[in-house]
């Protein structure tokens, strides 16, 4: 028999109840189970980490090296056959694009969530990235400050670094803000591939720098060190090296006592008192599909933004006097140039990205530099994805170009994925009220309830500095002694799975669905602390910032008055 | 062609071997899914996309076995869908996880449940869509497939060749050998902290150049690239 129920199982009576167990809810568990208080979390998907509550040893995890179940069967993330998510760019397409019903930018729905399928790369957000509603006058956009600031946020993100033991070099991103303490760990063993990429920045005057990472270079935390098995980004660690929120946070409250976790239990609805200024319970499905009830003083919105304004709207539009819940949805602005060169560089061994540069990111206002984001240096696919990559271009270039034999030769010889390297901008997204989540009219999922619809485009400010940037890629790549350099053609939908907004957080009620604290505007007892709080996306990966972040909402429940005080060294 | 049957086709696809794989899915009447004609077209097609030549064809790498182990995952308990983890016994680990397969949750069960009975249907459909075009030229066959069908069987045959061996395909691991891919790394991994740096596998180095290239980049391979190139508006340096 599967477990689902995890932790202190003789807990009745909860002080919260977290919905989520990714990046932006077990931060928060943490904090309030190390305070003492009482915690159940409830998450929609599976845990395929045995053993995650037993003290005594580290979690087993179910994941592998096994690109078919991880990539191609949906192990970790939705099923977009039974629970899909709908699109269109904007309401002149009707009620949506019949063609692109599905995967949806669909995260991990396990314990662990999103942060489980990252290759966990931590970087920090800009000091300036707090700041865009005031230096940035961009017609269309809905640009504002954080109401938060970097210098604030900075020992969350220190503490952050600690528990998840992130690896990083201290000074070596110029362009990176002051930092109080050095990387817990160094970077670890480099690979070859961005060496060599490393060699054409280096050329051109740009300043190549270990990627910060959640992956331990040396053992750490009671976690052996990476040993670079290759199977990274959009895999779910199977040696407990990534410092996962799920086998960092959630594990040590689950060992507390003080923390009860049910997979498989999904909320389906937020109930409201009787005045609506509060939640009163939530209704769940439990795992073998019968209807649940959980009650607790408090709750904490953390299954993702897409899924947070979903849940929010599926409970009769609960915390939306501004108007604003499921709306300024972000993603980030990805711009892909791959590089072929005639060696095997073989980037697909070690951990997909171990280095990036951070002379893209721009700045505010500034025409010689847009604001684009941090490059990732990035390492090939794995075989099967390959193969559809070759049917792919061979289909592309038009009837009769396929052949088998030529298949054949392309998968021996292997110019799309031991002899690629990858650069990705992860450029800013510019936040619009029309970029927006809401309840599709009449496509419902395996428990007939209405699937999130996303209405988005791209804003010309995004579209713009990734073309700047496109050909300055391509010539990297040249310096780097490539044979071959192209930027990728985008998709309908957008490439990245780094979803945020939907629930933004300020200063002023009527501009924000969530107070500087975290906590919705309109209810008493409910609070948000994943990805869905941003205002804006900065352009660099959001993990460490939802990391950051959360550890704060969790510290301002705890107290109010000065939530720095509740940071552990 | 000659009809070929379930049991003919294990021992092409490395027989003791790959019935050693799978759990009892049996070889009675009675859990067949495929006619012999129709298993007789899904190998000749599969040799049209993987061509035989000094290494295996896609009919070779496993792709009945494959298919048929898909489409019969709910005969067995737990399903075969997730072949387990964290690792095998082929690079450096003592057992072999791979081989116990994952339980499914209430989600899951619904979604495979359902997407393997489309599969199986849009072969059936597929296939005898394909013996009603009477072309028996496999590879004009092939290229007169409909789309979806055709993406299908690309899709199948591909990953039974490349997909880790559980999974019924990649007999011997000959499709991983082929293109030069080490497959699933671990315990052992590519790189491992010794206390004060990284050790690292010889023939399989992570920081450094390989010691050779076994198979380089060929004039037809490269006349594609430089063509995709083109068509992308990327560039090509000299």
Known sequence: MRKTVFGNTSLAQFDAIVIGSGAGGNPVTYVLTANNLKVLVLEAGPCHLDFLDDATQQPVPRFSNDELKIEHRNFIEMHPEVEPRTWRNTPADGDRIESLTGNVQNLPKTVGGGGLHADLKMPRFQPTDFQLGTLLDVPGANFADWPVQYDELEAFYAWGERLCGVQGKAGADPFAGARSSDYPMPPGNPMYGSTVVGTGLASLGYTMFPYPTAVNSIPYGGRPACVDCGFCSGYPCPTNAKGSTAITMLRSALVSGNCQLRAETRVVKLVPNATHTAIAGVQTIEPDGSPGMYTADRYVLAASPIEDARLLLLSGGLGNSSGLVGKNLMFHYQTICLGIFDERVHGYRGRTVDHGFADFRGAPNDPDHPLGGIVEISGGGLPIGEAAFYKRILDQLGAGRWNGALFKKLMRQSPGRDRVMVLVIQAEDAPQLTNAVDLDPSILDLDHLPVPRITYQNHMFEVTAGQFYEPKLIQIFGAAGARHAAIAPRDPLPASQHVMGTLRFGSDAAASVCDPNGKLWDLGNLWASDGALFPTSSGYNPTMTIVALALRVAAAIVNPTSPQSVITS | ?238
């Open chain 2, 1 to 238: 062609m000659p009809a070929l049957t379930r049991r003919d086709l294990f021992r092409l696809v490395g027989g003791a071997a790959v019935l050693a794989q799978l759990p009892a899915c049996g070889d009675n009447a009675g859990d067949r899914v495929f006619t012999s004609a129709e298993l007789n077209m899904l190998y000749a097609l599969a040799n049209v996309i993987i061509p035989p030549d000094d290494k295996p064809g896609g009919a070779e790498l496993g792709a009945i076995a494959y298919i048929e182990a898909l489409v019969t995952a709910f005969q067995h308990t737990p399903p075969m869908i997730y072949a387990g983890g964290p690792s095998s016994d082929r690079a450096g680990g003592n057992e072999n996880d791979f081989l116990t397969f994952v339980e499914l949750d209430r989600v899951s069960h619904a979604a495979w449940q359902l997407d393997t009975m489309n599969i199986k249907q849009q072969l059936v459909d597929g296939l005898a869509a394909a013996r009603a075009l009477n072309i028996s030229d496999p590879a004009a066959l092939y290229d007169s497939l409909d789309d979806d069908f055709r993406t299908l069987v690309f899709e199948l045959v591909t990953e039974a060749a490349w997909a880790a061996p559980e999974y019924g395909g990649n007999p011997n691991l000959a499709g991983w050998a082929m293109i030069h891919f080490e497959g699933d790394s671990l315990p052992m991994g590519y790189s491992q902290w010794n206390g004060s740096g990284y050790s690292e596998r010889g023939e399989a180095p992570m920081s450094t150049p390989n010691p050779s290239d076994p198979e380089p980049l060929d004039d037809d391979v490269s006349q594609v690239i430089s063509e995709v190139v083109a068509f992308l508006g990327g560039q090509t340096f000299t």
